[in-house]
Nanobody, 120 residues
Framework: QVRLVESGGGLVQAGGSLRLSCQLS????????MDWYRQVPMKQRELVAA???????TYADSVTGRFTISRDNAKNMMYLQMNSLKPEDTGVYYC??????????????WGQGTQVTVSS
């Protein structure tokens, strides 16, 4: 069974930085695209950044130039470096991964989320 665990959230002042990590564990034939999502109360979960298995990245307009997504395929890890944080970056950050199993079926898995709070 594939499991994703996020870490690195916390409270930071505006202008500060945080680095989120996501550890994938369990059996997988291939780890495909990995994503970071953000959710605030009463709003839909939104895609913040994505990275393919070949390290192609995409970002939401609101974080472009401030956030950097990366992954370490050898360690099954994904990261989100967040700089110049703003109060509107506050939310629960979730990692998501598309995983192909040894049976060659592909499924999406989510972590439990980590809270990021940016104070003004």
């Amino acid at each position: 069974q594939v499991r994703l665990v996020e870490s690195g959230g916390g409270l930071v002042q505006a202008g500060g930085s945080l680095r989120l990590s996501c550890q994938l564990s369990g059996s997988a034939y291939r780890i495909n695209t990995m994503d970071w999502y953000r959710q605030v109360p009463m709003k839909q979960r939104e895609l913040v950044a994505a990275i393919t298995s070949s390290a192609t990245t995409t970002y939401a307009d609101s974080v472009t130039g401030r956030f950097t997504i990366s992954r370490d395929n050898a360690k099954n890890m994904m990261y989100l470096q967040m700089n110049s944080l703003k109060p509107e970056d506050t939310g629960v950050y979730y990692c998501k991964s598309s995983v192909t199993s040894t049976r060659l079926t592909t499924s999406d898995y989510w972590g439990q989320g980590t809270q990021v709070t940016v104070s003004s």
